[in-house]
């Protein structure tokens, strides 16, 4: 585990380094209401200046969370980008133009429009209790498929996300720092997988435990593509957050059976999850030099990958998910230290898992921005 004052330590170096722009989505409320907290309560008057995007759909709660933001940091400038529905890519776009136009339309002060940090948190609560096709498979139901052709969750956890991701990379390969993206969901939680099935179309298939395991494999694989394509650039980080208690437990979507029980089980659990305040410092602590982008190759010195930078402050680089260290994609726990590469991944690599996951969501990609429905 990294301490929690070596996190807090190097949290305080990153908001001193230079001005950081942020983007969260799913930012107005749980894990990612916890880390845009964190952010504003580390730089508060002292850093070196903060532009955060709140990207969320309760226009209410984001006007709170802007309003303690101020508090905390009167530096900062905060601004809310309303989203409709988050499964549709239609919408991300649609996010994704907004924040690219704000960003660079307000730049007049020399610095470079860009995105320093990306944290996606949304459907980070993935229960959902409406059958899709009718048809119950599990105790909790799988939830419909989209207009645009993808099952609900996992667009929200897997092609909603790479999508912000991908439309965003011009901002984000124009940070300095590199750029950091954290995704918040399962790392570590693969199970069965499906190769000629990825989108989970087959109803033996579908389950809350495959839509997991498939999310997290293909989550890795794309991430490690970016990582290998923009050497120095971005750096990726798939994170378990572990249970932090939020609101979502209190989702409207949820059963009222459900939420009375959790309510009634909360002061019980409490003791085993991630503290609110922690949480937000540890998930800010995943946008710190301790998980580097991957290292650009330098043949003159024959300057290894992770070698340059064994240890940043207290903390000692990251190993990534290729096995390699400083490697740019990164799975992790909740505390901060990475899961270790299973063995599975090396043969799956082998088969060229990796090229079909890129070219099967760039497909999804290309389809519903042609207007189509995805069916692969």
């Known amino acids: 585990m990294v301490q929690i004052d070596a996190v807090r330590s190097c949290n305080s170096t990153l908001i001193n380094t230079q001005p950081l722009v942020a983007v969260f989505v799913g930012g107005t409320s749980g894990i990612g209401e916890n880390t845009i907290r964190a952010l504003a309560t580390n730089h508060s008057d002292q850093g070196k200046g903060l532009r955060l995007y709140i990207v969320g759909r309760n226009v209410d709660a984001a006007k709170k969370i802007i309003a303690e933001c101020v508090r905390l940091c009167p530096v900062g400038q905060f601004r809310f980008v309303q989203a409709g529905d988050l499964a549709l890519l239609k919408d991300v776009d649609r996010v994704c133009s907004e924040i690219t136009r704000i960003e660079e339309d307000q730049n007049t002060n020399g610095e470079p429009a860009r995105v320093d940090l990306l944290v996606m948190s949304q459907a980070g609560f993935p229960l959902s209790f409406q059958p899709r096709n009718g048809i119950l498979f599990s105790f909790i139901s799988p939830p419909p498929e989209t207009k645009e052709g993808l099952d609900m969750l996992m667009s929200l956890l897997y092609y909603s996300r790479m999508r912000f991701v991908m439309n965003l990379l011009p901002l984000l390969l124009a940070s300095p720092l590199p750029a950091h993206i954290v995704s918040v969901y399962a790392a570590g939680k693969e199970g069965k997988l499906f190769p000629e099935d990825l989108s989970l179309r087959a109803s033996q298939h579908y389950g809350q435990a495959n839509v997991r395991s498939h999310v997290t494999y293909m989550t890795t694989l794309f991430m490690e593509t970016l990582a290998e394509r923009h050497p120095g650039q971005l750096s990726l980080v798939h994170v378990f957050p572990s249970v932090v208690i939020t609101d979502a437990f209190y989702n409207a979507g949820l059963p009222t059976w459900f939420k009375l029980t959790f309510r009634l089980a909360a002061p019980i659990l409490r003791p085993f999850t991630v503290p609110p305040e922690e949480n937000g410092q540890r998930i800010l602590f995943l946008a710190t ?34 096995g390699n260290r400083g490697s740019g994609a990164y799975a992790c726990n909740s505390d901060g230290e990475t899961i270790p590469l299973k063995g599975t991944y090396r043969k799956l690599r082998e088969e060229g898992l990796a090229k079909k996951v890129w070219d099967h969501t760039i497909k999804a990609f290309d389809d519903i921005e042609a207007g189509g429905v995805f069916t692969g």
């Open 289 to 322: 030099p301790r998980y580097p982008a991957r290292q650009v190759t330098d043949s003159e010195t024959t300057t290894k990958r992770g070698e340059a930078s064994a240890h940043h402050g207290d903390a000692e680089v990251a190993v990534g998910t290729d």
